[in-house]
């Protein structure tokens, strides 16, 4: 009888987890169909986006970025059922940099000795412990997430569906291409980004960093001290055009006579938002930032005369880093936009790569985010080395 008792119960109990993993299973199943209805909805309303707005790139962008939005909103959404291992990963830190916009930011690290970022990690994932002892190394690598590229939804589809480009346009090579993983192109099929910066000061959850070429709001996965006696490799080589900086320097930066005062005015405005101690400081570091054409190869490419208004980016080149960069005047020149510190610095480039800064101006398209929490000079003034 007793052995009875324990079969019926071991087959009760069976009957249970089976309908129990059946219920479970159909409830999956059921919100897998209904995510997949929803990026199909999605998809098909980018695909209308993208032909109503064939003649505008700034519309394909922003059509994209929705799409993107809605993507990254989803985590638990995966691609066709790949034998692939998948892992979920985090970020640990968002970046309040002085770079407003991905044009004007660095396309290499500690190019720009002024450029400042805050790195704010997540208090409930990343106790200020963490960062003891990161204050005695002079630098630290950073690993991040290109968040603003415009092809992110091509992540969640089948590699043979991606359509990810083998090949980028190099700046340095006037637009010629090489294969992607030749080069440091923001458009990869993991859009994983590694930088170094130099570290100014740590405190509590918050790391001031320097020479940063990282966008305002960039979300990061690690950072790892710099340790040159293993991280700088004697004798490394790189190909010819690698070292042709020469291509994306520029002959001379100057300001008009106008700039410094349109500058003490905008500062009036930012200065408690700052990552800069005075407009002094500001106009140098738009100086260094400036000394390096900042422009996309087809903008250099373009007649100085040009008075047509043109969309920054084209995604389906997988080189776009322009955000609304440029205008035409009546003048019969092009004025290209740099946006830093929330403040839209406008300027001409002639042909021989004279830079002249006309004016500054407060930007209306470019918020601080959360301003109550963004970190200023006040809070670093006394750690700054």
């Known amino acids: 009888m007793s052995s009875t008792r324990y079969s019926i119960l071991a087959l009760a109990l069976a009957t249970l987890f089976s309908a129990s993993s059946a219920i ?5 199943k059921k ?7 929803k990026m199909k909805e999605l998809q098909k309303s980018l695909n209308s986006a993208l032909e109503k707005c064939a003649a505008e790139r700034q519309g394909r962008i922003r059509a994209q970025q929705a799409l993107r939005k809605a993507v990254v909103a989803q985590p638990q959404a995966k691609s066709e059922n790949l034998d692939i291992p998948s892992y979920p990963m985090a970020p640990i830190g968002i970046v309040q940099s002085c770079f407003s916009t991905r044009n ?10 002024l450029a400042r970022a805050c790195l704010v990690f997540d208090s409930t994932t990343v106790p200020p412990a963490s960062l003891e002892g990161l204050e005695e190394y002079s630098h630290c ?3 991040y997430v290109f968040h603003l590229n415009t092809d992110l939804e091509k992540l969640w589809k089948h590699p043979s569906k991606s359509k990810f480009k083998a090949k980028v346009r190099v700046p340095r090579l006037k637009g010629g291409r090489m294969g992607v993983f030749a080069t440091r192109s923001p458009h990869r099929l993991c859009p994983i980004g590694l930088t170094v910066a130099k570290v100014e000061a740590v405190q509590g959850n918050m790391l ?8 305002d709001g960039t979300p990061v996965l690690d950072i790892k001290p710099y340790l040159p006696y293993c991280d700088c490799i004697e004798g490394a080589v790189v190909p010819n055009w690698v070292m042709l900086d020469s291509m994306l320097s520029v002959t001379s930066v100057g300001f008009s006579d106008d700039f410094s005062s349109s500058l003490r005015d905008c500062w009036k405005s930012v200065e408690k938002k700052s990552l800069y101690s005075s ?8 100086k260094q930032a400036l000394s390096w054409d900042i422009r996309s190869v087809s903008q250099r490419n373009r007649p100085h005369n ?14 776009s880093d322009l955000d609304d960069s440029q205008d035409g005047e009546a003048s019969g020149e092009l004025i290209y936009h740099l946006i830093l510190d929330g403040m839209d610095f406008s300027y001409k480039i002639d042909g021989n790569g004279n830079v002249m800064v006309k004016e500054v101006h407060l930007s209306s ?21």
Not at 104 to 113: C, I, M
Not at 208 to 215: C, E, F, K, N, R
Not at 279 to 286: F, G, H, M, Q, R
Request: a neutral charge.
């Open 24 to 28: 479970s299973f159909y409830i999956w």
């Open 31 to 37: 919100n897998l169909i209904e995510w997949d209805s």
């Open 104 to 113: 004007g930011t660095p396309r290499q690290p500690l190019v720009v000795p």
């Open 141 to 143: 690598w950073i690993i």
């Open 208 to 215: 001031l960093l320097s020479g940063v070429d990282l966008v």
């Open 279 to 286: 407009p002094d400081e500001l106009k140098s570091l738009v």
């Open 306 to 319: 040009n008075l047509l208004k043109i969309g920054s980016g084209d995604a389906s080149d997988n080189d």
């Open 365 to 385: 398209a470019i918020s601080f985010g959360n301003n109550k929490k963004r970190c200023n000079f006040l809070m670093w003034k006394d750690k700054i080395k």
